[in-house]
T-cell receptor, first 111, second 119 residues
Framework: DAKTTQPNSMESNEEEPVHLPCNHS???????IHWYRQLPSQGPEYVIH???SNVNNRMASLAIAEDRKSSTLILHRATLRDAAVYYC????????????FGGGTRLMVKP | GAGVSQSPSNKVTEKGKDVELRCDPI?????LYWYRQSLGQGLEFLIY????????KSGLPSDRFSAERTGGSVSTLTIQRTQQEDSAVYLC?????????????????FGEGSRLTVL
């Protein structure tokens, strides 16, 4: 899987939007962009994924740059429960389902 | 519905002993994955099963580590002659088969993990 680059940590205030960036300049045409998050003392959980178009679900929105070399996970109103490590992962659907996790971004939410 | 179940949730063992960690995937999920996460670190891929076969064993750190899956369901990760550096949380995940139709194809569902401490 191609490499992604994320900031090590970010801070947000509760009830405010959060934009978590991810750079993936070596993305290939068949790579999907996946986001997972890991709450403290839990296994990772799926957040959202996309290929080219922006995506929305009940948890978050994913904004994908037109050249696909970067993307942004958007939490519209951060809550204390959103404090977690957020992983941006590229996966080639033609190569199986395995995910390669990088370091992720540790999001801290202040009340 | 039931999620991925792992046991034991915590295991403390002495150096040199063998341990077995069990993973019960979500019913109907043909793909199963083992990862480990050392304290404060990211997830390290260990092995992947599609059905009962393991097309990718590249992440197993040494020949003391082995895994099997029977009946396309339960998997066991075995660590022989445990060492202190094996201490970590071992996470299991399952998913539908690759290239299954559907928008959420390939989403991995993780268990809570088995925390292994080797004294």
């Amino acid at each position: 899987d191609a490499k992604t680059t994320q900031p090590n940590s970010m801070e947000s205030n509760e009830e405010e939007p959060v934009h978590l960036p991810c750079n993936h300049s070596t993305i290939s045409g068949t790579d999907y962009i996946h986001w997972y998050r890991q709450l403290p003392s839990q296994g990772p959980e799926y957040v959202i994924h996309g290929l080219t178009s922006n995506v929305n679900n009940r948890m978050a929105s994913l904004a994908i740059a037109e050249d696909r070399k970067s993307s942004t996970l958007i939490l519209h109103r951060a809550t204390l429960r959103d404090a977690a490590v957020y992983y941006c992962i590229l996966r080639d659907n033609n190569a199986g389902n395995m995910l390669t996790f990088g370091g992720g971004t540790r999001l801290m939410v202040k009340p | 519905g039931a999620g991925v179940s792992q046991s034991p949730s915590n295991k403390v063992t002495e150096k040199g002993k063998d341990v077995e960690l069990r993973c019960d995937p979500i019913s109907g999920h043909t793909a199963l994955y083992w990862y480990r996460q050392s304290l404060g670190q990211g997830l390290e891929f260990l092995i992947y099963f599609q059905g009962n076969s393991a097309p990718d064993k590249s992440g197993l750190p040494s020949d003391r580590f082995s895994a099997e899956r029977t009946g396309g369901s339960v998997s066991t990760l075995t660590i022989q002659r445990t060492q202190q550096e094996d201490s970590a949380v071992y996470l299991c995940a399952s998913s539908l088969a690759p290239r299954t139709s559907g928008r959420r194809t390939g989403e991995l569902f993780f268990g809570e993990g088995s925390r292994l401490t080797v004294l």
